[in-house]
């Protein structure tokens, strides 16, 4: 069996270990660099950009981290390496510079944000930009045709599903292994709340937990799950953490 080993020998920092956006913002070089000097593994989203590039970006609109309106994948990623996050320094990084600058440090959990219908090539590129890195990383995806993509490019990477939104049939298997039983856990930037669960949780808690029966992530995440996806999820107090 392949060793997977390496997906929960240490904290994963969501997004690039940012400080919930205030001097060192989500999904930026800065973020990641952070992430790499601390030895936390990263995990960050990818967007498909306007002239087939895959860059790192979390949200379909550009307004909650670059201030202007406008769909990402309406730009090209030379036009994305131009825009601002967040007012800082930091601009829009492609995977291809994001790889680069992490060069096999630390394992990359790596997130496809698909969007049904727009799809076509963009498992294809991530592979393509993949291909010859010296480093340990897994790819995910909210969306089955992505994972689906995947499988018949032959990814040589463990992808990792999202329980949620996947059926039985759509999960994957890793090559030699099974990814979707590792437990992984995530660096919050802030302690966990006892009322992480339940009506008083907070709006977004700042940890993801992938356990062998379910995922979570932020507060929306968990209340689209329905109780059986978070059959074997621990609170987060049982976890240990790194806090920013």
Same mark, same amino acid.
């Given at each position: 069996?392949?060793?997977?080993?390496?997906?929960?020998?240490?904290?994963?920092?969501?997004?690039?270990?940012?400080?919930?956006?205030?001097?060192?913002?989500?999904? @930026? %070089?800065?973020?990641?660099?952070? =992430?790499?000097?601390?030895?936390?593994?990263?995990?960050? +989203?990818?967007?498909?950009?306007?002239?087939?590039?895959?860059?790192?970006?979390?949200?379909?609109?550009?307004?909650?981290?670059?201030?202007?309106?406008?769909?990402?994948? &309406?730009?090209?990623? =030379?036009?994305?390496?131009?825009?601002?996050?967040?007012? @800082?320094? #930091?601009?829009?990084?492609? %995977?291809?510079?994001?790889?680069?600058?992490?060069?096999?440090?630390?394992?990359?959990?790596?997130? !496809?944000?698909?969007?049904?219908?727009? +799809?076509?090539?963009?498992?294809?590129?991530?592979?393509? @930009?993949?291909?010859?890195? #010296?480093?340990?990383?897994?790819?995910?995806?909210? +969306?089955?045709?992505? !994972?689906? #993509? %995947?499988?018949? %490019?032959? =990814?040589?990477?463990?992808?990792?599903?999202?329980?949620?939104?996947?059926?039985?049939?759509?999960?994957?298997?890793?090559? /030699?292994?099974?990814?979707?039983?590792?437990?992984?856990?995530?660096?919050?930037?802030?302690?966990?709340?006892?009322?992480?669960?339940?009506?008083? &949780?907070?709006?977004?808690?700042?940890?993801?937990?992938?356990?062998?029966?379910?995922? @979570?992530?932020? /507060? =929306?995440?968990?209340?689209?799950?329905?109780?059986?996806?978070?059959?074997?999820?621990?609170? &987060?107090?049982?976890?240990?953490?790194?806090?920013?």
């Amino acid at each position: 069996m392949k060793d997977l080993s390496w997906l929960k020998a240490q904290p994963i920092a969501h997004r690039g270990f940012h400080d919930m956006n205030r001097e060192v913002w989500e999904n @930026t %070089l800065s973020a990641f660099a952070r =992430a790499a000097e601390a030895g936390f593994a990263i995990e960050c +989203d990818l967007q498909f950009a306007a002239d087939s590039v895959p860059v790192v970006f979390h949200d379909h609109d550009l307004q909650r981290l670059c201030g202007i309106r406008g769909d990402v994948r &309406a730009k090209t990623s =030379a036009e994305l390496g131009l825009l601002s996050i967040g007012g @800082t320094r #930091d601009k829009v990084p492609t %995977l291809k510079q994001m790889l680069r600058l992490v060069a096999g440090r630390v394992p990359l959990i790596i997130e !496809l944000k698909g969007r049904k219908g727009d +799809d076509e090539g963009f498992a294809a590129a991530v592979l393509e @930009t993949l291909e010859g890195y #010296d480093g340990h990383v897994a790819l995910m995806s909210f +969306d089955h045709w992505l !994972l689906r #993509d %995947l499988k018949e %490019l032959d =990814a040589p990477y463990p992808p990792r599903p999202d329980c949620r939104r996947l059926q039985s049939g759509d999960l994957l298997r890793a090559r /030699g292994g099974d990814a979707s039983r590792a437990r992984l856990h995530f660096v919050p930037l802030r302690p966990p709340s006892k009322s992480f669960h339940g009506k008083g &949780a907070r709006a977004r808690p700042h940890a993801h937990h992938l356990d062998g029966a379910g995922q @979570t992530g932020s /507060g =929306a995440h968990i209340r689209q799950c329905r109780p059986n996806d978070l059959r074997g999820f621990r609170s &987060a107090g049982d976890h240990d953490f790194v806090g920013a």
